[in-house]
């Protein structure tokens, strides 16, 4: 069922109803922009991955400033995202099932979308949907850059799957897939830096391989918010995937540089809005945001603002509150935002953004992409 939306524009931000879905404007705006103009100084694309905002009012935002277009990570959120009107999509992802696969070449009536394997199989599966819509189909080469995930084995192996990609009817090579997702939340940057060097190397490796077998690789796509500037340092990618620089949760905000302090350039932009529900006592708060207001697999949500607030555990529906000063006691009905420890995860749980600027309520979007698991 659709959330009623908890503001209207206009409305001041303590009117908000709670728990709600808030992103500061200007914060968001100034994340968008210092972005595109790290990536535009290092002579690489973006591709930001939309898993993160679900929304294309927000991926039109990103192309307005120079992104080429989005990622995505099912079938089900390209499809809200061509829809919308974006013309150009990575599934940055292996699709299995043919009912999947006759979804994605549909949508390729609608925008250029293309898709990863990391086996001959899945290209077999891709070719026979390709070839059942009338369409061709670009697909790219997934390889294992170190996460241990998703993805074939760099160099030969990895050629090999292009090289049958590239003579397949009704496919068409479109490069390689490099996301090392192990390497993004390492807080020290001589890890991060150690394991973007190792992708760099895997990425290398492959261009190699595919050169041996005669075959351009016109795209290699990869890094996150936690790795891209060591990536766009290292050469090997044409195209950055981040997604959460955009709204920078509590995670992200750990990583650390080398003098140990925090590295991201990024302003936190994205908040759940909360409401001091209960204050029993001296030293002790309880807000209407638990575990389903905000994600907490990455850790638990910070106070924004409040250092003598700490959100120290939580149930279903409540937050509690360890409050280090009687000065500082919160009061019943007061509004506290809090800085989720991973946003893609917390985005899914709503189905309005409520955009603030100064102190009210400037627009609505709705998170169109919301539960697009399929």
Same mark, same amino acid.
């Given at each position: 069922?659709?959330?009623?939306?908890?503001?209207?524009?206009?409305?001041?931000?303590? &009117? %908000?109803?709670?728990?709600?879905?808030?992103?500061? !404007?200007? $914060?968001?705006?100034?994340?968008l922009d210092h972005m595109t103009a790290l990536v535009s100084a290092a002579g690489v694309k973006l591709r930001p991955h939309a898993k993160t905002h679900k929304s294309p009012v927000i991926a039109k935002m990103q192309m307005a400033r120079g992104a080429v277009g989005s990622c995505v990570q099912k079938v089900a959120e390209a499809e809200v995202l061509a829809w919308g009107g974006i013309p150009d999509i990575?599934?940055?992802? &292996? %699709?299995?099932?043919?009912?999947?696969?006759?979804? !994605?070449? $549909?949508?390729?009536?609608?925008?250029k979308v293309a898709v990863c394997v990391d086996d001959?199989?899945?290209?077999?599966?891709?070719?026979?949907?390709?070839?059942?819509?009338?369409?061709?189909m670009t697909v790219l080469v997934e390889i294992d850059v170190g996460g241990a995930r998703c993805g074939i084995e760099p160099g030969p192996a990895a050629a090999a799957l292009a090289k049958t990609i590239a003579t397949s009817k009704h496919l068409i090579f479109g490069g390689l897939q490099a996301y090392q997702g192990s390497a993004q939340h390492r807080r020290t940057v001589t890890e991060r830096q150690a394991l973007s060097t190792a992708a760099?190397?895997?990425?290398?490796?492959?261009?190699?391989?595919?050169?041996?077998?005669g075959l351009a690789c016109p795209l290699v796509g990869g890094a996150g918010t936690g790795t891209f500037e060591l990536e766009m340092a290292a050469r090997a990618l044409t195209e950055i995937q981040a997604g959460s620089y955009l709204f920078m949760d509590a995670d992200y905000a750990r990583n650390l540089d080398a003098a140990g302090q925090p590295v991201s350039t990024f302003r936190h932009a994205l908040f759940v809005l909360s409401t001091v529900?209960?204050?029993?006592?001296?030293?002790?708060?309880v807000l209407d945001a638990g575990a389903k207001a905000v994600s907490m697999d990455s850790g638990l949500p910070t106070?924004?603002?409040?250092?003598?607030?700490?959100?120290?555990?939580?149930?279903?529906e409540h937050g509690k509150l360890d409050v280090a000063s009687e000065s500082t006691m919160p009061?019943?009905?007061?509004?506290?935002?809090?800085?989720?420890?991973?946003?893609?995860?917390?985005?899914?749980?709503?189905?309005?953004?409520?955009?603030?600027?100064?102190?009210?309520?400037?627009?609505?979007w709705p998170v169109a992409a919301r539960g697009a698991t399929a």
């Open positions: 069922m659709l959330q009623t939306p908890p503001a209207v524009p206009g409305m001041r931000e303590d &009117e %908000i109803d709670t728990p709600a879905l808030v992103i500061d !404007l200007d $914060a968001f705006e100034y994340n990575l599934v940055s992802n &292996e %699709i299995v099932g043919a009912t999947k696969l006759a979804r !994605l070449c $549909a949508l390729s009536a609608v925008a001959a199989a899945q290209i077999a599966w891709i070719e026979q949907a390709a070839a059942a819509s009338g369409r061709r760099a190397d895997a990425v290398h490796r492959t261009l190699d391989a595919l050169h041996a077998h529900m209960s204050a029993p006592q001296s030293g002790r708060a106070v924004w603002g409040k250092p003598d607030l700490e959100y120290v555990n939580f149930s279903d009061v019943l009905g007061e509004k506290l935002r809090l800085v989720p420890g991973h946003c893609d995860p917390t985005v899914d749980l709503y189905d309005w953004y409520v955009g603030v600027r100064d102190g009210r309520v400037e627009c609505l």
